[in-house]
């Protein structure tokens, strides 16, 4: 902009110095100047004199100066801006081969943002992706790692790491885009747990059908905890302070028991003495066939493969995952603080 300017300026000097010294038409004022910066080599448009020659002469060098500062200018900017995206690719190169144990959420609208906020707020380590480059800009001025590509396309999915990550959500506004990602999740890594957005029960069946772990409607979901919030509000304002609750004091864990880790498999929860140690409380055990028991006894045995649903308060649940020793396969979440 500046080399711009000054070469603006030093052609208005020289028409005017051809116009009014040496009283040439500003046509030929303006065309002299431009030929001599120009440096095409033509000829004088009139006779010049030496005073006239010397002007010319300092035009010239003027000119060059000028001409050299904005050609120097531009290359340097293409050269920084070609190096600077090359960097840029580079190091999001390594942070997506970097990524380990992680959380994929597809689509950046208002769903994922939501599902972004909360990942945040656990500590959990994920990735964003999104096509569109609006969104990819949003998540990063809020500070998510993200990549811009075609969630639905398995090159997509192996640059982020869909090998090494335990979950993906696909939350994109199309119900085919999600199925679609669910399939090709679910080919590149069969292990991966799949929750899957669906706007009509019939893509609910489809994506369940198409290998998706959990499938939430907003509409059935949020129908339900209207109604949830209309004949019990108390039960639903303990159970939102448990699972989102900014301010809230117990939390809910799960922990998946592994027989080669855990000291307690094949013992009852009464001899395993999981309450009195840590003071957490088990809510429910998922066996591994799916079977949920809710309320535990304390004749329940503890089975491998079982996942323990407790609830109790941060450092509670960290004396519990302590106790149970290194059984889950990714590492207990920080609680969020109020």
Known sequence: MAGAIALGGVFLIGTLWYHLVEGWSLEDAAYMTVITLATVGYGETHPLGNRGRLFTIALILLGVINLGYIVNRFTEAV?????????????????????????????????????????????????????????????????????????????????????????????????????????????????????????????????????????????????????????????????DGILTGADRQLYMEEFLLDPALCPFVGQTLQRAKLRSQTGALVLAIRRNDGTLIGGPTGETVLMPGDTLICMGTAEQLRDLNQLLGPIRSQKLRKPRNG
């Not at 398995?154 to 085919?176: F, H, Q, Y």
């Open 79 to 239: 050269i920084q801006g070609y190096f600077q995206q090359g960097i840029r690719l580079q190091q999001q190169r390594r942070l997506m081969e970097s990524l380990l144990e992680h959380y994929i959420i597809c689509g950046f609208s208002r769903t994922g943002r939501q599902i972004a906020k909360e990942f945040r707020a656990e500590g959990v380590s994920f990735v964003v992706i999104d096509s569109e480059l609006e969104s990819v800009q949003r998540a990063q001025i809020e500070g998510y790692t993200v990549y811009q590509g075609d969630a639905t396309l398995d090159d997509t999915l192996l640059k982020v790491g869909i090998e090494r990550a335990i979950c993906i959500v696909a939350a994109l506004p199309s119900d085919a885009e999600n199925l679609y990602t669910v399939l090709s999740a679910k080919t590149l890594n069969p292990k991966i747990r799949a929750i899957a957005r669906a706007s009509t029960e019939e893509a609910l069946q489809k994506l369940q059908r198409g290998g998706a772990d959990a499938v939430i409607s907003p509409y059935i979901t949020g129908g339900r905890r209207m109604a949830a919030a209309a004949l019990r509000p108390q039960v639903l304002d303990f159970v």
